[in-house]
C-alpha cells in the first residue's frame, strides 16, 4: 500500500506445482517467489527447507490468535504450544479489534501486538504474521471493522477508493509494528 515503506518477507514452501493442463503431472517450480535478495542473509529456503540467520530450521506453527486470549495469558499459551514442539506462532491481525471506530486505533493492553512479538521472540519461537485485512477465521464480519458497513459508499473486497483508503489508514498503523519486528531488525516475523 502507498505510504508504507517496508519490504515483506515472502516466502512460498510450495515445490511442485501443478504441470502442464491435462497430464496431471507435477513441474518443479522451487523459484517461484525467490527471497528478496536483502532477505536471503537472514531468511532463505532451498529444497531442503528454510534457513533462518544461517541456521536450517524445520517450522513448525502453531495458530494462535492475541486477540482470543487475554494478555495475562499470553505467555502460558505460549510456553504450552513450545512444548507442545511447535517453533512458531501464526497469527492474524483482525483489523476491528485494534480499529473498532473509525480512526479510533488500539494497539495496547490485550491488543498490543508489540507486546506479543516481543514475548514470542523471548521464548525463542517465530511469528508468521497474516495482515488481511480480510481472514474469516471464525471472526465477526471476517475482521472488518462495522464502521465499514455502515458507510452506505464503502464496497469492501473490491477496488472501492473509500475501502482501499481506510486499509491504507489501518495498515500505516498496522505495518510498522510488523516491520519492526522482522528477523532482518532481529525480531520474530520470518513470514507476512
Same mark, same amino acid.
Given at each position: 500500500?502507498?505510504?508504507?515503506?517496508?519490504?515483506?518477507?515472502?516466502?512460498?514452501?510450495?515445490?511442485?506445482?501443478?504441470?502442464?493442463?491435462?497430464?496431471?503431472?507435477?513441474?518443479?517450480?522451487?523459484?517461484?517467489? %525467490?527471497?528478496?535478495?536483502?532477505?536471503?542473509?537472514?531468511? +532463505?529456503? &532451498?529444497?531442503?527447507? !528454510? /534457513?533462518?540467520?544461517? $541456521?536450517?530450521?524445520?517450522?513448525?506453527?502453531?495458530?494462535?490468535?492475541?486477540?482470543?486470549?487475554?494478555?495475562?495469558?499470553?505467555?502460558?499459551?505460549?510456553?504450552?504450544?513450545?512444548?507442545?514442539?511447535?517453533?512458531?506462532?501464526?497469527?492474524?491481525?483482525?483489523?476491528?479489534?485494534?480499529? %473498532?471506530?473509525?480512526?479510533?486505533?488500539?494497539?495496547?493492553? +490485550?491488543? &498490543?501486538?508489540?507486546? !506479543? /512479538?516481543?514475548?514470542? $521472540?523471548?521464548?525463542?519461537?517465530?511469528?508468521?504474521?497474516?495482515?488481511?485485512?480480510?481472514?474469516?477465521?471464525?471472526?465477526?464480519?471476517?475482521?472488518?471493522?462495522?464502521?465499514?458497513?455502515?458507510?452506505?459508499?464503502?464496497?469492501?473486497?473490491?477496488?472501492?477508493?473509500?475501502?482501499?483508503?481506510?486499509?491504507?489508514?489501518?495498515?500505516?498503523?498496522?505495518?510498522?509494528?510488523?516491520?519492526?519486528?522482522?528477523?532482518?531488525?532481529?525480531?520474530?516475523?520470518?513470514?507476512?
Amino acid at each position: 500500500m502507498k505510504n508504507i515503506l517496508f519490504t515483506i518477507l515472502l516466502l512460498i514452501t510450495i515445490k511442485y506445482v501443478s504441470g502442464q493442463p491435462g497430464t496431471g503431472t507435477p513441474s518443479r517450480n522451487d523459484h517461484i517467489f %525467490p527471497s528478496a535478495p536483502k532477505a536471503k542473509r537472514f531468511i +532463505d529456503y &532451498d529444497a531442503s527447507g !528454510f /534457513l533462518i540467520n544461517g $541456521k536450517r530450521v524445520f517450522i513448525a506453527s502453531a495458530g494462535m490468535e492475541y486477540a482470543r486470549v487475554p494478555r495475562a495469558l499470553w505467555h502460558d499459551r505460549l510456553l504450552r504450544l513450545k512444548r507442545a514442539g511447535f517453533n512458531a506462532i501464526e497469527m492474524y491481525t483482525f483489523w476491528n479489534f485494534h480499529e %473498532p471506530k473509525e480512526g479510533q486505533f488500539n494497539f495496547t493492553g +490485550d491488543h &498490543d501486538l508489540n507486546a !506479543f /512479538l516481543k514475548m514470542i $521472540k523471548a521464548m525463542g519461537m517465530y511469528a508468521i504474521v497474516r495482515v488481511g485485512p480480510y481472514y474469516c477465521g471464525e471472526w465477526n464480519l471476517g475482521g472488518f471493522p462495522i464502521w465499514l458497513k455502515i458507510n452506505p459508499q464503502m464496497r469492501v473486497r473490491e477496488d472501492n477508493p473509500q475501502f482501499l483508503a481506510a486499509v491504507d489508514k489501518y495498515f500505516e498503523r498496522l505495518m510498522p509494528i510488523v516491520a519492526r519486528n522482522q528477523v532482518d531488525h532481529g525480531g520474530p516475523v520470518i513470514m507476512v
